[in-house]
């Protein structure tokens, strides 16, 4: 089993260019089965994530070919509207389907996706918005089966800012006649960037980036051409990696206005930032401060995908920061590995803190989950001797050769067999 070794302690230099974000290109190419044709989408990022995505668009019957970071799916010949449970297992997020399927074929089934290294990740807003729009849904034994025959459009409304639930309630809405408005719904960057695509496909569709939605459905789409929006997320594991390690490193391909809340935490802990349009530059040169709670809430509040890059990085550095992770239940899993490097951290239910030792020391560790492992990468990037990260498998869910792009940063980290 492969592993990161990091010799810690090294400042990071220089630039690198942001790939693109894995919770934009996953929507997109399963909005690409709404029209037969070809699509082309580019700046997709080559993540484990992306393959399990092409291997059931080929499932269902679709072509789906990689160059570069370019993929071109050509939905003419979709064939099939089930997706079998090892597909669903290995990516809970593929519940994208069932809007995208009811919308072209009328019908989906599929397996229930069941939990995940974050705790439950229950899917009822995701089939309460779809039965709003009149699909009929019937879940049996694990398995989801969905029909739309009367599918029209009306008012879905989302107790909960739901990312995975407005994006498919967008997605059925452009199959179904009439207007849909979504209330309460989500207003995440990469939501934004799915309305942009439909846009190009074709729909008419607005109110991307604010609590209301709207989306007059039934118009004829085509495919379209495409470029994903750059990973906030990932741009946020190497901000975090130079404020941990020190350094000054510029990103490009990200929008800092999609990462404000991470940006001003970075700030109050000691760094020095520079944004221009799709460019953002970190400096930081003494160890980072304790800095007012962080707590994760739906956008534009703290991003629950940056908390424990966030909590490494300010886990060797002095003074005290709580962290409130209000989203996802079971997401403190990192917090024992980091305390194998020596960091102070006290759980409490939904509250953590983190009392900065000064410096992590190195030491064996094993990746919990996706931005926990890059946590510990981030962790180890600033800690005292050296780090072995294990279980890489959920950090290449979201990354795209973390170790190079950091090696080329000046970072000491290589793979091990
Ligand atoms: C998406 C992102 C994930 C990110 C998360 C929060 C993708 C592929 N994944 O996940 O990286 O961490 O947003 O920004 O884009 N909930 C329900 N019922 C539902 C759906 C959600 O109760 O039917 C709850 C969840 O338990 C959670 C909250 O709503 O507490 C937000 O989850 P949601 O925004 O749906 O996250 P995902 O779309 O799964």
Request: aromatic residues 4%; hydrophobic residues 45%.
């Amino acid at each position: 089993m492969s592993y990161y070794e990091i010799q810690g302690g090294r400042p990071l230099y220089g630039s690198l260019a942001v790939h693109g974000a894995k919770n934009s290109v996953l929507p997109i190419l399963a909005a690409c089965l709404l029209v037969p044709g070809q699509s082309v989408i580019h700046n997709c990022p080559d993540l484990s994530d992306v393959a399990a995505t092409l291997d059931i668009l080929r499932l269902l019957g679709c072509r789906a070919d990689r160059e570069g970071d370019t993929i071109v799916i050509d939905a003419t010949a979709l064939s099939r509207w089930d997706i079998p449970e090892h597909l669903m297992r290995e990516m809970r997020s593929s519940v994208i389907f069932l809007g995208a399927l009811l919308a072209r074929l009328g019908t989906a089934e599929l397996s229930y996706p069941g939990g995940c290294e974050l705790g439950p990740r229950p899917i009822d807003l995701h089939l309460s918005a779809l039965r709003a729009l009149g699909a009929e849904i019937l879940e049996e034994q694990g398995a989801l089966c969905c029909r739309g025959n009367s599918l029209r459009g009306r008012e879905v409304c989302l107790s909960i800012p739901s990312v995975g639930a407005t994006e498919n309630a967008m997605l059925t809405a452009c199959g179904c006649p009439g207007l849909t408005t979504i209330v309460g719904a989500a207003q995440e960057p990469e939501i934004v960037d799915l309305q942009n695509f439909l846009l190009a496909m074709g729909a008419r569709i607005s109110g991307a980036g604010t609590p209301a939605i709207s989306v007059q459905g039934g118009v004829a789409l085509h495919p379209a051409q495409y470029r994903v929006m750059g990973d906030r997320i990932a741009a946020a594991t190497y901000l975090c990696a130079a404020a941990a390690a020190r350094g000054e490193i510029e990103l490009t391909g990200v929008p800092p206005e999609t990462l404000t809340a991470v940006l001003s935490c970075l700030e109050e802990a000691g760094c020095t930032l520079h944004t221009g349009p799709d460019r953002i530059a970190l400096a930081c040169a003494a160890p980072l401060r304790g800095i007012s709670p962080v707590r994760t809430a739906p956008y534009p509040g703290f991003p629950t995908d940056g908390q424990a890059i966030l909590m490494a990085a300010l886990a060797g550095g002095e003074g005290a920061t709580l962290f409130v992770e209000n989203i996802f239940d079971a997401r403190y899993r990192h917090v024992d590995e980091l305390r194998r490097m020596g960091a102070d951290i006290q759980l409490a239910g939904r509250a953590a803190m983190v009392s900065g030792v000064g410096r992590l020391h190195g030491a064996a560790v094993r990746s919990t989950d996706l931005r926990g492992g890059a946590a510990l990468v981030v962790a180890g990037l600033g800690a005292e001797g050296t780090t072995q990260v294990s279980e890489l498998r959920h950090i290449r869910r979201g990354y795209q050769e973390l170790d190079k792009n950091l090696r080329t940063l000046g970072a000491d980290i290589r793979e091990l067999p």
